[in-house]
């Protein structure tokens, strides 16, 4: 591919995947999870306690086996559809916890709400599926919680979905949710959300989840992402180097599992309140990896997922309208 990318110019792309492979071999991603150390091992990869370290032919193995694109069904196979080609798909946002009504109150969100940001998506012109966590319902047990709202997705639309990733029990039950409608899970009927932990390192129980989905075959977002300046460099390429090691050591995984799952590359960034230490939303730093991660996931020949819409505003003002395309 020699043709500039979204005027992000090819040498500024190769330098990032040649820093992200020299940071895999030489410092390496923490795996906290034996079954996914034995699997490394058994593939001759060199560990040294959780560390794991990659090669440069292990990245481009795993990456040659990704699919450039994949169909995701729905429950109405009309509202199927491919990704990874020149479309794009929107979904809603991810995991809110509070509700603000018209009269400027903030309450926790609740199943009902949960409810109606479905029947929304399912009406929606815009939405072509739905998200994991449309609305947290904070009245549901946590154990169970997942199964609420995916039970909300299957029954209040017909587009495609997401599955849990919280542990490995909720991925497993996604799986087990999804075969009541579909019979089995031999087609990607689920999409399904996997973090890496900044810096360089993956949590126990997204592990779980990823290796979970890999076995089954269902498509996985693997995302990257630091608060710049507290838990990943506080430059822009820093970020882009530290995240996409992760990503690609996360994507290694899932193709060492099961060689040819479909992969959906996520990266992502914005810097730290130095005054306060909280995580800053909206920023000119967040563009710029949604710039970049197209670019990135164009350069890898991998379907890519970014965000947008992101404010500041607690309200739907002018603010919110600027910030957000």
């Given at each position: 591919m020699n043709r500039v990318l979204f005027d992000i110019d090819r040498k500024m792309l190769d330098k990032i995947h040649n820093s992200s492979l020299e940071l895999l071999k030489e410092t390496g991603i923490r795996f906290p999870n034996k079954e996914a150390l034995d699997i490394f091992k058994h593939h001759g990869f060199k560990t040294d306690g959780e560390m794991v370290f990659f090669l440069k032919s292990d990245i481009e193995k795993a990456l040659e086996t990704v699919p450039e694109t994949f169909k995701l069904h729905a429950r109405n196979e009309d509202n199927s559809f491919v990704i990874g080609d020149d479309s794009y798909r929107m979904a809603p946002g991810y995991g809110p916890p509070f509700i603000i009504e018209n009269s400027g109150e903030m309450r926790q969100s609740v199943l009902e709400d949960t409810h109606k940001f479905c029947k929304l998506v399912q009406t929606s012109k815009a939405l072509d599926f739905n998200s994991s966590i449309v609305a947290h319902p904070n009245d549901m047990p946590a154990q169970t919680a997942h199964l609420d709202m995916l039970l909300s997705t299957m029954m209040l639309t017909d587009k495609p979905l997401m599955g849990s990733t919280s542990s490995k029990q909720c991925a497993q039950e996604s799986l087990e949710m999804a075969k009541i409608i579909w019979g089995n899970t031999e087609k990607t009927v689920m999409l399904n959300l996997v973090d890496s932990l900044s810096p360089l390192q993956y949590a126990e129980e997204m592990i779980d989840a990823l290796m979970v989905y890999a076995k089954a075959g269902q498509p996985l977002i693997v995302h990257s992402s630091c608060s710049m300046g507290s838990s990943g460099p506080i430059t822009i390429a820093g970020s882009l180097v530290i995240s996409n090691a992760c990503t690609l050591a996360g994507i290694c995984l899932a193709q060492l599992i099961n060689p040819g799952t479909p992969i959906v590359y996520g990266l992502g960034g914005s810097p730290t309140d130095m005054k306060t230490g909280g995580y800053i939303n909206a920023s000119p730093e967040d563009a710029k990896h949604?710039?970049?991660?197209?670019?990135?996931?164009?350069?890898?020949?991998?379907?890519?997922?970014?965000?947008?819409?992101?404010?500041?505003?607690?309200?739907?003002?002018?603010?919110?309208?600027?910030?957000?395309?």
């Open positions: 949604t710039a970049i991660v197209t670019a990135l996931s164009q350069y890898y020949n991998i379907p890519c997922r970014s965000q947008g819409a992101l404010t500041e505003s607690f309200s739907l003002d002018y603010q919110a309208g600027m910030n957000s395309p």
